[in-house]
């Protein structure tokens, strides 16, 4: 079967970095994708690493490790409206998207 | 407009009960995709289909249907509803060309 782990919490100050990592376990790996999701609202993309390697994306940046089975979510540049859910996914096979558990980043003034 | 629209936004239902979420969209995508969201455990996949005539079980789907009326529609259904399937709904819509899921605004289910 296939597992993603996440830290269920991360909390940090305006302006500082954050990293939330991610490791999973699945067979047929295609990607990993992150998404936001604020209170009461709905998931929304933020990025898609199917290769080892940073993409970055204005304050957030993705990192993937295939042979690690590890990848991460960095923001920088923190502010309040950060403050979210944050998931990982993963690609299995062709077709389907499958999420973890998600961490929740509290951000302070 | 929102491209994915779910209807209705809140329902509450009674154990037993036959409930449909309906799901909408305007984005012109194959691919729609029914998730579940519960406190602590994430999204949880239940049905996806790729076409109208393409229906694929996800992680969860004992104790759910689903029908894809049109490429732009597609519901689910719990037959005869129960507690532990109060949860917060959300369809999705995807391009394969493009890896990103669109999500609607979500459905939350009451079953007492």
């Known amino acids: 079967g296939q597992s993603l782990e996440q830290p269920s919490e991360v909390t940090a100050v305006e302006g500082a970095i954050v990293q939330i990592n991610c490791t999973y376990q699945?067979?047929?790996?295609?990607?990993l994708s992150w998404y936001q999701q604020h209170d009461g609202g709905a998931p929304t993309f933020l990025s898609y690493?199917?290769?080892?390697g940073l993409e970055e994306t204005g304050r957030f940046s993705s990192f993937l490790s295939r042979s690690d089975s590890y990848g991460y979510l960095l923001l920088q540049e923190l502010q309040m409206k950060d403050s979210a859910s944050y998931f990982c996914?993963?690609?299995?096979?062709?077709?389907?998207?499958?999420f973890g558990t998600g961490t929740r980043l509290q951000v302070f003034p | 407009d929102a491209d994915v629209t779910q209807t209705p936004r809140n329902r509450i239902t009674k154990t037993g009960k036959r409930i449909m979420l309906e799901c909408s969209q305007t984005?012109?995508?194959?691919?729609m995709y029914w998730y579940r969201q519960d406190p602590g455990l994430g999204l949880r996949l239940i049905y996806y289909?790729?076409?109208?005539?393409?229906?694929n079980k996800g992680e969860i789907s004992d104790g759910y249907s689903v029908s894809r009326q049109a490429q732009a529609k597609f519901s689910l259904s719990l037959e005869s509803a129960i507690p532990n399937q109060t949860a917060l709904y959300f369809c999705?819509?995807?391009?394969?060309?493009?890896?990103?899921?669109?999500f609607g605004s979500g459905t939350q289910l009451s079953v007492l």
């Open positions: 984005k012109g995508h194959d691919r």
């Open positions: 699945t067979s047929g790996f295609y990607g």
């Open positions: 289909s790729f076409d109208v005539k393409d229906i």
């Open positions: 999705a819509t995807s391009d394969p060309r493009v890896e990103k899921l669109f």
């Open positions: 996914a993963v690609k299995e096979g062709t077709d389907k998207l499958i």
């Open positions: 690493n199917a290769l080892d």
